[in-house]
């Protein structure tokens, strides 16, 4: 069904109008054209035939040819059809005539004959005093003896119309042809746009309902091609990040129901006595362990939320980076410990002073050395090094452990996208990284990752470096805070 607000209909009348002004444009400017080179040819034709006629009857008056000869040689040479010649003398008075018998001389027209015939020259497209105003004459002199009793030769005719005619016909044709193939032509392109874009709108709805499965024909390639293939990119995104989404929910569920049923337990054994009191330190270190982890999980999904309405602030100072790595190392040795992991630092010997964000940068080094942690085997080497290069601080962690696979590497950074399914229970929420990679944006930055599996990663990122405060071992006030 046609929508009469709908493109199609947009498209013809526009198409419509371009159209119209074309032609008429087009149309004016031939028909002037045509108008004036026809008026000019049968100047130059009705000049030639006077002369003609003129040099005839000349040469009839010398001879003494008969008026039926005359008439006759007369009737020949007259040229199209519908015409009327007379021979005049020197008052208008007609001596001769050929041609169409209902066209005749009024007296009326025989003063402006007279004013012709005493100019002596010849005269084109004189009126004719008919009530229709379609005849029209031409004279021109004899030139012939002064006794010579015929003095001009005059031509009376209807107007030369039927090539003006054949032209307007034919272009009248051509445009209905024109008008009628465009209009089918543009109503089939149109039709089939306006469908490709009905499918789309379709789809759209399709999706904005959770039907993330719709997939359009991208072709031919073309802008509402490409739109196709962005509105499935999105569909497929949106399907990838729903699947994130509903997996994050399900880890999610799982990571707090499993240390809330844990300290459940722990706590209703304290309660009933049931735990013996050497061991009560070691419970309440397990019931410490399993709060630190769901404080982290918190922590996490309040930060993307703070990102995502960007309400994250960054406080930029001068800071001592490596001092800040130790401490920060320092402070997840348990984690370290429990694992049978070593850590090394390596880099510059002297410290490397950065301008940053000191909580911020410690978030982003918190989450890449706990995923090192957790994708680590029990006894494998943790590396953290800080190097100069020109004006910016390279910091990179570096792990031995199960590594990423190469289809994964641009999507790790996807919020509640895991690359190690198999391994959730270890694996985190899948926010870490989404965190990295937006607070490095914030600071103008940005994290790579060098990864093969079996060989563990390297994560990387930079920062630019600034002189040390004075004293050199000056540190930032506040502390990092983990889990």
């Given at each position: 069904?046609?929508r009469?607000n ?5 498209l013809?009348?526009?198409?419509f109008?371009?159209?119209?002004i074309s ?9 002037w054209?045509v108008?004036?080179?026809?008026r000019s040819g049968n100047a ?8 003609v006629i003129?040099a005839l009857?000349?040469t009839a008056?010398r ?5 039926a000869v005359?008439r006759?040689?007369l ?8 015409r009327?010649?007379f021979v ?21 027209d025989r ?8 100019s002596?020259?010849q005269?084109l497209d004189?009126?004719?005093?008919e009530e229709d105003?379609?005849?029209r004459?031409s004279?021109t002199?004899?030139n012939g003896?002064?006794?010579l ?5 005059v031509?009376?005719?209807?107007p030369?119309?039927q ?13 209905i ?5 465009a209009v089918v032509?543009?109503?089939a392109?149109s039709r089939?746009?306006t469908a490709r874009l009905?499918?789309?709108s ?7 309902k ?6 359009l024909?991208e072709?031919p390639r ?10 499935n990119h999105?569909?497929a995104e949106?399907?990838?990040l729903?699947r994130?989404?509903?997996e994050f929910?399900a ?6 129901r499993?240390?809330?049923t ?7 054994a304290?309660i009933?006595?049931a735990?013996?009191e ?6 309440l ?7 630190q ?9 309040l930060?993307?939320?703070?990102m ?8 930029k100072v001068?800071y001592?980076?490596t ?13 370290f410990?429990r ?7 390596t880099?510059?010997a002297?410290?490397v002073?950065?301008?940053?964000d000191?909580?911020r940068?410690d978030?982003v080094?918190?989450n890449?050395l706990?995923?090192a942690i ?9 590396e953290v090094?800080?190097?100069?290069k020109g004006?910016?601080?390279v ?9 990423i696979?190469?289809?994964d ?9 895991k690359?190690?399914?198999a391994r ?11 965190i990295?990679?937006n607070v490095l944006?914030?600071?103008g930055?940005?994290?790579?990752v ?11 990122f930079?920062l630019?470096v600034?002189d040390p405060?004075?004293?050199g ?10 889990g």
């Amino acid at each position: 069904m046609i929508r009469w607000n709908g493109i199609t209909v947009k498209l013809l009348l526009a198409f419509f109008a371009v159209l119209l002004i074309s032609f008429s444009a087009t149309s004016a400017v031939s028909f002037w054209f045509v108008r004036s080179e026809l008026r000019s040819g049968n100047a130059r034709f009705e000049r030639d035939q006077l002369s003609v006629i003129a040099a005839l009857v000349r040469t009839a008056y010398r001879e003494n040819w008969d008026d039926a000869v005359l008439r006759s040689a007369l009737q020949v040479s007259m040229g199209p059809p519908g015409r009327a010649i007379f021979v005049v003398d020197g008052s208008g008075n007609v001596l001769l005539r050929a041609g169409r018998k209902d066209l005749s001389l009024l007296p009326s027209d025989r003063q402006a004959l007279r004013q012709a015939l005493d100019s002596g020259v010849q005269t084109l497209d004189g009126a004719v005093s008919e009530e229709d105003g379609s005849l029209r004459w031409s004279v021109t002199p004899i030139n012939g003896p002064d006794d010579l009793k015929a003095k001009a030769v005059v031509i009376v005719s209807g107007p030369r119309r039927q090539e003006i005619g054949i032209f307007t016909g034919l272009f009248r044709n051509i445009f209905i042809s024109m008008l009628v193939t465009a209009v089918v032509i543009v109503f089939a392109v149109s039709r089939g746009m306006t469908a490709r874009l009905r499918n789309m709108s379709e789809a759209a709805r399709l999706i904005a309902k959770g039907r993330f499965d719709v997939r359009l024909k991208e072709r031919p390639r073309d802008e509402i091609g490409e739109l196709a293939e962005s509105l499935n990119h999105m569909s497929a995104e949106l399907a990838g990040l729903d699947r994130m989404r509903r997996e994050f929910l399900a880890n999610v569920s799982h990571d707090l129901r499993s240390p809330l049923t844990s300290i459940g337990g722990y706590v209703e054994a304290m309660i009933d006595g049931a735990i013996p009191e050497e061991k009560r330190d070691a419970y309440l270190g397990l019931i410490r362990e399993q709060t630190q982890r769901m404080n982290r999980l918190v922590n996490d999904l309040l930060e993307v939320a703070r990102m995502e309405a960007g309400q994250v602030v960054l406080s930029k100072v001068p800071y001592n980076m490596t001092e800040w790595i130790r401490r920060l190392l320092a402070a997840l040795h348990p984690d370290f410990a429990r694992r049978k992991l070593t850590v090394e630092l390596t880099g510059e010997a002297e410290d490397v002073w950065v301008y940053a964000d000191p909580d911020r940068i410690d978030q982003v080094l918190s989450n890449l050395l706990l995923n090192a942690i957790q994708f680590s085997p029990d006894g494998q080497t943790i590396e953290v090094s800080v190097e100069r290069k020109g004006k910016a601080a390279v910091v990179s962690v570096r792990d031995y452990g199960v590594g990423i696979p190469p289809e994964d590497l641009e999507r790790i950074w996807q919020r509640f996208y895991k690359s190690d399914k198999a391994r959730s229970a270890r694996s985190g929420s899948g926010l870490g990284l989404s965190i990295v990679r937006n607070v490095l944006e914030q600071h103008g930055t940005r994290a790579t990752v060098e990864s093969r599996p079996g060989a563990g990663s390297r994560f990387s990122f930079e920062l630019p470096v600034v002189d040390p405060k004075p004293p050199g071992r000056t540190q930032v006030s506040r502390l990092p805070k983990h889990g």
